[in-house]
């Protein structure tokens, strides 16, 4: 039996992405003894910097300081962190960049994989994020793609919440409890100091995905035996398999 240790991985379209979105989840399975590994295809450094723009920085000074703040983020959550600076607003996928994602999934073969909605009509960075993960996953499944790595499995992928869900049809068909490592969220989140307005606002997401996570399984007390407080939501992209349906 292998004792290689277990992955999950984040793909992140900007550098924020991942600590709003999926912070709970990767302090969660990093302390499950999880090696988490974000992958930040851009900096977010046109699109969603604007504070920094209007204090007068240039553009690689904006990409310096949202790539310091990342990795503080990261070093909190857990998680190993690789940016690929791809460029953002708009993001540009090329066959380079799909080489090294799918290289990185064969070569790290994560259990899970996180990434933004399929849907997202305030930022098509995040829809062709989405849709470039999915396949990337496929083009790793297959044993002519051309790498020095084994083949993946079949990984399940989650999108996390986008900021506007209704807008963007996302229905959550999954509930991560992440009151225990909520405060290391909040701590994270507070190291994006050019996106400071969104801070209070997924805080309190946490809180309302944390009642109806309760809700959901019948009882404000979690499998573990502690009151669900707060929540993170998720939408799983492939059906579970297993020899019972609970």
Known sequence: MSNKQKTITVVSAHSADFIWRSGGAIALYHDLGYQVRVICLSFGERGESARLWKDGKTLEEIKAKRRAESEEAARILGAEIRFLDAGDYPLQITKELQDIVVNEFREHQPEIILTHSLEDPYNFDHKRTAEFVLECRVLAQAEGYPSEHGILGAPQV??????????CDFKPNAFLDISSVFDRKRKAMECMNAQEHLWEYY??????????????IGSAISLSGSKITYAEAYQRHFPTVGGTLV
């Not at 805080?203 to 959901?216: F, H, I, W």
Request: proline letters at 8%; charged letters at 30%; a positive charge.
């Open 158 to 167: 989650f999108s996390f919440e986008p900021h506007q869900p209704e807008q």
């Open 203 to 216: 805080s309190e997401l946490a809180k309302r995905r944390g009642m109806q996570a309760g809700r959901n």
